[in-house]
């Protein structure tokens, strides 16, 4: 009799364990909490100044100002450890976004929903992003045409740039 119990306690078990919930940040060490600013609420606004000289030379060339958002998220240690598929690389690109402006201006950026098992390999959960501006046939090596201008970027968390927005100030190279 002792046997038979045995044997359904772990058909019991083994039936449990089958119908666990999938891992959380709770109960799997590699997840990270995911950061509230990476489900919505998380518009922003990038504002785009050129100098004289820069803005002269986009209208003469017919060019316009094309701005790039990268969402990204550095891959967490325990996500790199295990090396879990999209951690190989120390950053993990989440999205990708583009608005291109005429002349400068303000460029708003819609709120984005991030994909949640991604973030769950990052640190933190936190999603970081990376505005780049350029003119809009910036290094097109199909036709060999060479950048116009030369622009700061932004790197930061994705909560900053909704807080404060972003500012970039473009001259041209030659400047």
Same mark, same amino acid.
């Given at each position: ?15 449990? =364990? ?21 489900? /919505?609420?998380?518009?922003?606004? @990038?504002?785009?100044?050129? =100098?004289?000289?820069?803005? !002269?030379?986009?209208? !003469?060339? $017919? ?29 993990? =690109? ?8 005429? !002349? ?26 990376? @505005? ?9 090596? $199909?036709? /060999? ?6 622009? /700061? ?8 740039? @909704?807080?404060?927005? @972003? ?9």
């Amino acid at each position: 009799m002792p046997i038979r119990t045995l044997l359904s306690a772990a058909l019991a078990t083994l039936m449990l =364990s089958a119908c666990e919930p999938a891992p959380t940040p709770d109960t799997d060490p590699h997840r990270q909490p995911v950061a509230a600013v990476a489900s /919505g609420g998380n518009a922003f606004q @990038v504002r785009v100044t050129v =100098s004289e000289a820069a803005a !002269a030379a986009l209208e !003469a060339n $017919d060019e316009s100002i094309l701005i790039t958002a990268d969402y990204f998220g550095y891959a967490s240690v325990a996500a790199q450890q295990r090396q879990l598929a999209g951690a190989e690389e120390p950053w993990l =690109s989440l999205a990708r976004h583009q608005v291109e402006l005429a !002349a400068a201006g303000s460029a708003d950026f819609p709120e984005i929903s991030l994909d949640t098992e991604q973030l769950q390999l990052v640190e933190e959960g936190l999603p970081h992003l990376r @505005v780049n501006v350029g003119s809009a046939s910036a290094v097109d090596d $199909d036709t /060999g045409e060479a950048e116009l201008l030369d622009c /700061g970027t932004f790197q930061d968390t994705l909560a900053a740039a @909704v807080r404060t927005g @972003v500012d970039i100030d473009c001259k041209l190279i030659a400047e």
